[in-house]
Structure formats: structure tokens, C-alpha cells
């Protein structure tokens, strides 16, 4: 079974933003700065600053 693993944000943007910064502190603005189309780029930089798989990330993000 292939398991879909793209991001999709939900909501109000600064919302979501605003519980990953609760959940990670160390998360800047400039880590979550997202820009429709280019979901790629923060999930490169959460990968990096967090430590984690992309699906890690991804998964992460499609629950907020």
C-alpha cells in the first residue's frame, strides 16, 4: 500500500505557525516563513532544524 506523504496545510497559516512554535521553541519566523507552492522549502528547513525524516515533517504539518 503507497502511503501519500505531500503536504497539505490547513487554515490560517500564522495559526499553525503559532502551535509549532509553542511545540518547538527553537523555531524562528524565519523557519516557518512558508510560501504557497514552495511547501519543499519548509519542510527542508524543519528537517534540518529539527532533526527529523521528511515524512516525519510532513505528517506533522497535514496534523496541525
Do not use: S
Request: aromatic fraction near 4%.
Amino acid at each position: 500500500m503507497r502511503v501519500d506523504h505531500r503536504l497539505r496545510l490547513r487554515g490560517d497559516w500564522n495559526q499553525l505557525k503559532d502551535k509549532l512554535q509553542q511545540a518547538y521553541t527553537q523555531l524562528t519566523d524565519e523557519d516557518l516563513t512558508y510560501v504557497e507552492g514552495k511547501g519543499h522549502e519548509l519542510v527542508g528547513r524543519l528537517q534540518a532544524k529539527l532533526g527529523k525524516r521528511k515524512r516525519q515533517i510532513v505528517k506533522l504539518l497535514n496534523t496541525l
